[in-house]
């Protein structure tokens, strides 16, 4: 069946049980990452003109912006946890408690944020892969290691079978055992 025409004009798909609630508009360039963290119905969105929002998704109003004065590489959320990939570094900000930390990265841009369990892993343009670890005790997260897995930039990450897989800028992607890193 061929879809087009007034009908795609007015609706952003056809389903039976689906909805659309709301169009969350405000960035200025594509929106390069979406998280709802744990115990929040409101979703938080970065894009590449460094803006990071916070929306309430029924209303469709943003209810708070930070400009973060660089391009939003990518954004996750994970628990309590929202993670935004930056130039030379991650933005780590937990949606519970307020707390507020900066990991550093090298001088390049943060294209790619995977969790899992206690980790944080960050796919970076200059081809590595910083990893940290969440220490509970003092609250916040630990460098562990870099992992030089791409012989390009990384534009994607998952974390699956105890193993790392990458996507890069090269067409590949390349897969690396966990097992040490737990």
């Known amino acids: ?11 952003w798909f056809m389903g039976k049980g689906v909805s659309r609630l709301t169009l969350l508009e405000g ?5 390069t990452g979406i998280a709802i963290s744990q115990g929040s119905d409101k979703p938080y969105t970065g894009s590449g003109d ?3 929002r ?3 998704c029924y209303t469709g109003h943003c209810v708070g912006e930070l400009n973060l004065g660089s391009e939003i590489g990518c954004l996750v959320g994970d628990g309590p946890w929202v993670f935004i990939g930056l130039r030379n570094l991650v933005k780590v900000w937990n949606t519970q408690t307020s ?27 200059d081809e590595s892969t910083l990893a940290w670890k969440y220490n509970p005790e003092t609250n916040s997260f630990q460098f562990v290691t870099t992992l030089k897995v791409q012989s390009c ?5 998952k974390v699956g079978r105890q193993s790392l897989y990458s996507g890069s800028m090269d067409n590949t992607i390349r897969a690396v055992s966990l097992t040490a890193a737990y």
């Open 1 to 11: 069946m061929e879809i087009s025409g007034p009908m795609l004009e007015n609706s």
């Open 27 to 31: 960035h200025n360039k594509a929106v």
């Open 50 to 52: 460094g803006v990071f």
């Open 54 to 56: 916070v929306w309430d």
């Open 99 to 125: 707390a507020e930390y900066s990991l550093d990265a090298p001088l390049v841009q943060v294209y790619a944020l995977e969790t899992n369990k206690d980790m944080l892993f960050a796919g970076m343009q």
């Open 153 to 157: 930039g990384m534009l994607s990450l």
